[in-house]
């Protein structure tokens, strides 16, 4: 009889890598749903087109690498990052911008370093900044959402979608459909109070709490996030911390409202990629901080982060800074925030020497 | 004087600068003897990270010279007693890269071995206790040999020198109390025995029906 | 209710308690045989008590604990001992130990046992009394490591509270739930024989899970009325393990590389409670175990008292085994326990499981996926570590950080590996991480050691280096005196002046100081004296008590005692008086002294001798010792006639240096001589050697006969003293002609026996150093050619011989041709590459 020399333990959950990354890929429909419904079909088309890059570029890099390609392309993991970084392109962003993004996700930001769980940086994000800064125009060119559209014109429908992201002769462009995002609108203010502003610009007269279909993507990853918490895909520490820090940073400097104010925490916490940021990019665990205790600490700094550079730096949303920033700065957090472990006084640094 | 220096701004600034090299100087000078650290000098270092074979494999006649070697700038890939987990060490130690073995010097052997002397055989010449470096070999001129086996370090420096060869180099029998498991194999190794499952059953059901 | 702690950490797998709880604890049949191993437990294997073949009782002591961390074992039913050797154990490593095989002869014969007597408690004898017995019953704790329990027993510390681990949170085992279920009564007594040994402790807590109400139903009635409390607390993985349930029960930590007594703890296996009460009640040591067999590879799941040493394949035999649904077999818990490779390894003290899991329960693990540090492992760690980053740290063998990520305090619980959905055997990275580690600790050690004691010797040699150079230096300083010495007569040969002033530097080098003579001699004078003493008190008894003849001995021996010590004190005196004159002057005096100088001086120290011995004729009483000095004394005479006549015959006007001249050349000669000869002997090879000692001895064989028959005739008293020696001559005679003869039939007989074999090795392999030394390099080279090859023909004539005769020798015969054919071409390529 085949008697197999095997380590314990010899029980396993059904728990997989793969599945784990289902998931989270599953969380993700409340908002992409609701990027459909208010900014059309572009969102959709953005993951559909990054998630068969992403999978032919990991293929191409596992065959290069002459790894088993089957048995890593089963991880599901390139998908999730091509997922994640179509819903935060703007919908109806041209194809180029996709593929581009996408390929240098993966093929650098995630290969180069030695693939799946050696990456340092989040490859989403990476593909999302290489391409905010080399493409500015396309990546700022966010269509309007539903409710601004004046009476009798409708948002083009999938095959019009399709047609100007390929950018087909004849389609018309993303410019005859775009909008400023209810963070342009803040950082343009000047002279009005926050309340006049709610008043008088339709992308907030018409939103409930921060800004027309924003507020609802927002809450779709709400959503979604809880999800992937009520099943213990990760801990709350980092996406608590990071929407609290944010919350108390818009409140320190909401500024009773006046036209200097940054905005009310409810308006960041549901506008740009406040939600997709907490749940989604954030708890990407290569990347983040690797104990509880620091999960807090960088979810904290993110959080701020996020509200400084929206206040004051020349980007409106900052959640991919943010978290590219905070990115470097994990090893060093980990290395402070090393749990006390059993039957020790307190908790040691991790390149502490002998005890 | 002042004012010849204040007004010939060439002078003032020979002064300025004069002066604040002294203060440094002074400063790094008094630093440089107050928190002085008492450190073990590098070779000392290298040779705690050497196995201490004294083998002279590595071209010096033992491992506190090759350590003063590598201080001096030899490479640290010379030392097959050690082995990769040394080199390692070394790099570590010295902040480069971590060379692969030099084979020049010979194979890293994973077994450990210990000198045997075949003690009927042995005519007493005493030449492999001048050859043993720790002191390892106990015997008169004369009289049989024998080796202290836990203080051999398996350079076997001592199996040439004998005339009648009768000096063995056996590996050291692995016991219940030093056994460890071993590191699992990577994964691809894993991947490619699932993909090609029939060959390990039927070897094992093979070895059983045997 | 008592507050409980949570545990940190911890995982939920499927408890599948439920399929071996259905019947009740039941008794195998006995097998053929039981395999008890020598080490079952944590320490020193126990110390064999037992001969191969003999008969042993049930309950005999087989081995007994050899240290203080050891255990004995002892026979589990009567029968004899068929084999002590080498057999698989119970390891993860399926490594062979010595056991002790018992075949049955279904008896069951019990020795003499003895508990404490029905009619006292165990609280009428002392805990150290308790203890010892416990000791000897062989109890090592059954639930993992099997600890010798007398030892956990007798902590240093003062114990507050005695946990009583009920926990068994490992799936699929229900041993201890089942011998809670059945012998609750025994084990509360085990229980309150265990806190009564540890002086008795504040609190006696038994912890259990709350999936055994069952358990904790049955133990309820016998602890009502104790210091005893039923602590039960939720279900969690590994709540059983010692440290968690601490843990768990008090809220306290034990420290780091610390023992539960530190914090006034000990922690004792409900088994163990019921073994205790076994060994103090009835005095029954362990001999068996309740043992879970389950898992869907066997059809029958339910606990066993089984027998220790009990093959698993009779445990399976009786469960409906099915060797083809079975995908792994393990002992112990499937979070814990270790695989096994063989079916006969045996049933040890702590085997609380044996789970034959079927391929659904237990599927091939499959690749581990990279790690993407989701952190779900350090979610379950109950020690708070982070696993993610060990795992990381143990792929790059990067110890310093595993020792600072706290890697010793993994309690390789398995939960981290549990949760992980990546499938990395995270325990087996770190449980070869702390095996690198202690490894290399180890070999820290080792080559400290080697480097103390290399850098020894290298300091010893520098020494030596020192005195041997501070040797030459004094040779040098001779041979310059002497120079000096030979210049001031410059009318000497240059040659002869050599040899004189090699032969000075030899005696300069022998010579020590004059300070360090005086002292031997003093030391010689005191030695002298005090056997002198002890001489003479030997003496004194004998006269006493003695026979005539042991009377004559003794005074003799006082005589020579005597004699010595009066030597020792002349030489004293000598070289107080030529304090300053070396030896090498008296050598160069000697030799420079006229034939008439050194006659007369003969003459004048015959004469001295002649009046001591007078003397001591005078003096001396005995009679025997009057003869022999009188005999004596008639030669001495004869020496001074014989001088006196030279003297007379030596011309009285012979000029003093050619004379000189002619002494000094045959000085000078004879030591050419006698070095020649040297020479000679060393280049000779060891036959001829030989042949030249046996010429010798049989010289030296002949004179003595004659001297011998001499003595005879003057029927001297020293006949048997000649005797003596002649016979010593011939058996040194027959010793070379021995040698010789091996020497020269060597080639023959090289399959003679050992002892040959082994001198004419020594004596060839002196032949070849004497030969090697005499040799140039490349000599040595051609030599060595000449001799490999030769070898090599011999070798290959016999591998032949052995291949014809189909001998077992052939494969070592082949190896030893192969490498002589190896060692051949390397000398050849030597000697090429020494000719240009």
Not at chain 2, 134 to 152: F, N, P, Q, R
């Given at each position: 009889m085949a008697l197999l020399k095997i380590t314990s333990p010899h029980a396993h959950t059904a728990q997989s890598t793969a599945s784990v990354m289902r998931l989270v890929l599953l969380a993700t429909t409340p908002g992409l749903i609701a990027l459909t419904l208010f900014f059309g079909w572009g969102s959709l088309i953005n993951i559909l087109l990054a998630g068969s890059v992403a999978v032919l570029c990991e293929a191409a890099v596992m065959r290069l690498r002459k790894r088993p390609v089957m048995f890593y392309l089963g991880d599901n993991s390139a998908l999730v990052t091509a997922v994640l970084l179509g819903l935060a392109l703007p919908p109806l962003a041209p194809w180029w911008v996709v593929v581009v993004g996408t390929s240098f996700a993966i093929l650098i930001a995630k290969h180069l370093y030695g693939g799946l769980g050696y990456n340092p940086f989040n490859p989403a994000m990476v593909g999302y900044v290489v391409l905010l800064i080399s493409f500015p125009v396309q990546m700022t060119a966010w269509p309007a959402p539903l409710p601004l559209y004046a009476e009798g014109v409708s948002p083009p429908g999938f095959l019009a979608s399709l047609q100007i992201v390929l950018g087909l002769p004849g389609a018309g462009t993303v410019d005859a459909f775009t909008a400023a995002t209810p963070l342009d609108t803040l950082r343009q203010n000047s002279g009005l109070l926050i309340a006049q502003l709610y008043e008088q610009d339709p992308l907030f007269n018409l939103a409930r709490w921060a800004g027309a279909g924003w507020e609802w993507v927002n809450l779709g990853f709400l959503l979604g996030g809880c999800f992937l918490l009520y099943r213990r895909v990760f801990t709350w520490h980092g996406p608590v911390a990071m929407l609290a820090s944010l919350s108390l940073c818009a409140a320190l400097f909401y500024d009773g409202g006046s036209s200097a104010s940054h905005g009310s925490p409810l308006m960041h916490l549901?506008?740009?990629?406040?939600?997709?940021?907490?749940?989604?990019?954030?708890?990407?665990?290569?990347?983040?901080?690797?104990?509880?205790?620091?999960?807090?600490?960088?979810?904290?700094?993110?959080?701020?982060?996020?509200?400084?550079?929206?206040?004051?730096?020349?980007?409106?949303?900052?959640?991919?800074?943010?978290?590219l920033l905070m990115n470097f700065a994990a090893p060093l957090i980990d290395n402070y925030t090393l749990p006390r472990t059993y039957g020790h006084k307190k908790s040691r640094r991790a390149t502490e020497k002998k005890e | 004087m002042i004012e010849l220096i204040l007004q010939n701004p060439l002078i003032a600034a020979l002064v300025a600068l004069v002066?604040?090299?002294?203060?440094?100087?002074?400063?790094?000078?008094?630093?440089?003897?107050?928190?002085?650290?008492?450190?073990?000098?590098?070779?000392?270092?290298?040779?705690?990270?050497?196995?201490?074979?004294?083998?002279?494999?590595?071209?010096?006649?033992?491992?506190?010279?090759?350590?003063?070697?590598?201080?001096?700038?030899?490479?640290?890939?010379?030392?097959?007693?050690?082995?990769?987990?040394?080199?390692?060490?070394?790099?570590?130690?010295?902040?480069?890269?971590?060379?692969?073995?030099?084979?020049?010097?010979?194979?890293?052997?994973?077994?450990?071995?210990?000198?045997?002397?075949?003690?009927?055989?042995?005519?007493?010449?005493?030449?492999?206790?001048?050859?043993?470096?720790?002191?390892?070999?106990?015997?008169?001129?004369?009289?049989?040999?024998?080796?202290?086996?836990?203080?051999?370090?398996?350079?076997?420096?001592?199996?040439?020198?004998?005339?009648?060869?009768?000096?063995?180099?056996?590996?050291v029998p692995q016991g219940l109390s030093d056994w460890t498991w071993d590191m699992p194999p990577p994964a691809e190794e894993q991947i490619k025995a699932q993909r090609h499952p029939a060959e390990i059953i039927a070897t094992d059901r093979g070895d059983k029906a045997a | 209710m008592r507050k409980v702690w949570d545990l940190i950490g911890g995982v939920h797998p499927p408890e599948n308690k439920h399929q071996s709880v259905q019947l009740p604890i039941d008794v195998l049949p006995l097998p053929e045989k039981l395999v008890i191993p020598l080490n079952q437990h944590i320490g020193a294997p126990a110390k064999l008590l037992v001969a191969n073949g003999d008969r042993v009782l049930k309950g005999q002591e087989l081995a007994e604990p050899s240290g203080l961390v050891s255990v004995g074992v002892h026979a589990p039913t009567s029968g004899t001992i068929s084999d002590i050797s080498e057999y698989p154990i119970p390891h993860p490593s399926g490594m062979a130990a010595r056991c002790i095989t018992l075949i049955p002869d279904g008896k069951e014969q019990w020795i003499d046992h003895v508990g404490i007597d029905a009619t006292y408690s165990f609280q009428d004898y002392s805990p150290a009394k308790l203890l010892e017995m416990i000791r000897h019953a062989g109890i090592a704790g059954l639930g993992g490591a099997g600890f010798p329990s007398a030892v956990k027993l007798s902590p240093r510390k003062t114990i507050t509270t005695l946990i009583i681990n009920g926990s068994e949170c490992e799936p699929y085992i229900t041993a201890d739930d089942m011998l809670m279920r059945e012998r609750a009564e025994a084990i509360v007594e085990g229980i309150q024989i265990l806190s009564y040994i540890l002086g008795g402790p504040e609190e006696v807590l038994i912890g259990i899970e709350d999936n055994k109400p069952e358990a904790h139903a049955a133990l309820e009635p016998f602890v009502r009325d104790t210091h005893i409390q039923l602590v039960s607390f939720p279900t969690r993985y590994p709540s059983g393990g010692e440290k968690q349930l601490i843990q768990i029960l008090t809220g306290r930590e034990v420290p780091s590389g610390g023992l539960p007594a530190d914090i006034g703890i000990v922690c004792q296996n409900v088994g163990t409670a019921f073994a205790v009460q076994k060994a103090i009640h009835f005095g029954e040591p362990l001999i068996s175990r309740i043992t879970t067999v389950t898992g869907r590879a066997c059809s029958t799941n339910r606990n066993y008292e089984v027998l220790i040493g009990t093959p698993i394949t009779h445990l399976l035999a009786h469960n409906g085994f099915d060797e083809n649904n079975c995908?792994?077999?393990?002992?112990?818990?499937?979070?814990?326990?270790?695989?096994?490779?063989?079916?006969?390894?045996?049933?040890?003290?702590t085997t609380n499981c044996i789970l034959a899991a079927s391929w659904e329960e237990a599927p091939t693990p499959p690749p581990a996926q990279p790690c993407i540090r989701c952190g779900m492992c350090a979610e379950a760690c109950p020690a708070s570590l982070l696993p993610q980053q060990l795992f990381w740290y143990a792929q790059s063998h990067n110890h310093e950080r595993l020792e600072a990520h706290n890697l010793f305090d993994c309690i390789e619980c398995g939960a981290c590996s549990y949760v992980c959905p990546s499938n990395i055997p995270l325990v087996q990275y770190y449980r070869a991480s702390k095996g690198e580690i202690r490894k290399q600790a180890q070999e820290k050690i080792k080559s400290d050691r080697a480097r103390a004691r290399f850098e020894f010797q290298k300091a010893r040699k520098e020494q030596e280096e020192m005195a041997k150079a501070a040797k030459r230096e004094a040779r040098k300083q001779a041979a310059e005196q002497a120079k000096t010495l030979s210049a001031g007569r410059g009318n000497k040969p240059q040659k002869n002046a050599d040899m004189v002033k090699t032969a000075m530097a030899r005696a300069a080098e022998h010579q020590a100081s004059p300070a360090e003579q005086q002292a031997r001699l003093e030391r010689g004078i005191v030695r002298a004296e005090s056997h002198l003493h002890t001489v003479e008190k030997r003496l004194e008894t004998i006269r006493k008590e003695g026979t005539e003849q042991q009377q004559e001995q003794a005074l003799a021996a006082v005589e020579d005692a005597r004699r010595r010590l009066e030597d020792a004190r002349s030489k004293r005196a000598q070289l107080n008086n030529t304090a300053g004159t070396s030896d090498t002057d008296k050598v160069m005096e000697r030799l420079q002294a006229s034939p008439r100088d050194t006659l007369e001086k003969k003459i004048?120290?015959?004469?001295?001798?002649?009046?001591?011995?007078?003397?001591?004729?005078?003096?001396?009483?005995?009679?025997?010792?009057?003869?022999?000095?009188?005999?004596?004394?008639?030669?001495?005479q004869a020496k001074l006639a014989d001088a006196q006549q030279a003297l007379a015959a030596l011309p009285d006007n012979t000029p003093d240096t050619p004379v000189n001249q002619e002494t000094t050349d045959a000085a000078a000669n004879a030591i050419a001589r006698a070095q020649a000869r040297a020479a000679a002997t060393r280049d000779l090879p060891a036959e001829e050697q030989l042949r030249q000692t046996v010429v010798a001895l049989e010289g030296r064989i002949e004179k003595a006969k004659a001297k011998l028959d001499e003595a005879r005739a003057g029927e001297s008293e020293y006949v048997n003293a000649l005797q003596a020696g002649l016979e010593k001559l011939q058996n040194k005679l027959l010793d070379a002609q021995q040698q010789l003869n091996t020497v020269t039939t060597q080639p023959s007989t090289v399959d003679d026996d050992t002892g040959d074999a082994a001198s004419s090795a020594i004596a060839r392999a002196q032949a070849r150093v004497a030969e090697l030394a005499s040799m140039s390099e490349e000599d040595k080279l051609r030599e060595t050619v000449a001799s490999l090859k030769s070898r090599l023909e011999k070798a290959r004539i016999k591998l032949r011989e052995a291949e014809a005769e189909r001998s077992e020798h052939v494969d070592s015969l082949r190896t030893a041709v192969e490498k002589l054919q190896v060692r051949l071409t390397e000398a050849e390529q030597q000697l090429a590459e020494y000719h240009p």
């Open positions: 549901l506008s740009g990629g406040t939600m997709l940021g907490a749940f989604f990019i954030l708890t990407d665990p290569v990347s983040s901080a690797t104990s509880n205790r620091g999960r807090l600490i960088f979810g904290a700094l993110i959080g701020a982060l996020i509200f400084i550079i929206r206040s004051w730096g020349s980007y409106p949303d900052a959640v991919a800074f943010a978290v | 002066g604040l090299a002294l203060v440094f100087g002074a400063v790094l000078g008094f630093a440089a003897i107050k928190f002085r650290i008492e450190g073990d000098p590098i070779v000392q270092q290298i040779d705690e990270l050497l196995p201490q074979t004294q083998c002279g494999q590595c071209g010096y006649p033992g491992c506190r010279p090759y350590a003063q070697a590598i201080a001096n700038g030899d490479a640290i890939n010379k030392c097959p007693p050690g082995g990769q987990s040394t080199i390692n060490a070394l790099a570590t130690l010295l902040g480069v890269e971590a060379p692969s073995l030099d084979a020049e010097h010979g194979e890293e052997n994973d077994v450990k071995t210990v000198a045997y002397i075949r003690e009927d055989e042995c005519i007493g010449c005493t030449k492999c206790i001048q050859a043993c470096p720790v002191d390892a070999i106990l015997g008169a001129a004369k009289m049989m040999h024998t080796v202290i086996a836990s203080e051999c370090t398996g350079c076997d420096l001592c199996v040439e020198p004998c005339p009648v060869d009768c000096i063995d180099m056996i590996p | 995908s792994r077999l393990i002992m112990g818990g499937p979070m814990m326990g270790f695989t096994l490779t063989d079916l006969d390894i045996p049933v040890i003290k004048a120290s015959c004469k001295e001798r002649i009046a001591v011995t007078r003397q001591k004729i005078v003096d001396s009483d005995d009679e025997t010792l009057k003869a022999a000095l009188t005999s004596g004394l008639e030669k001495q």
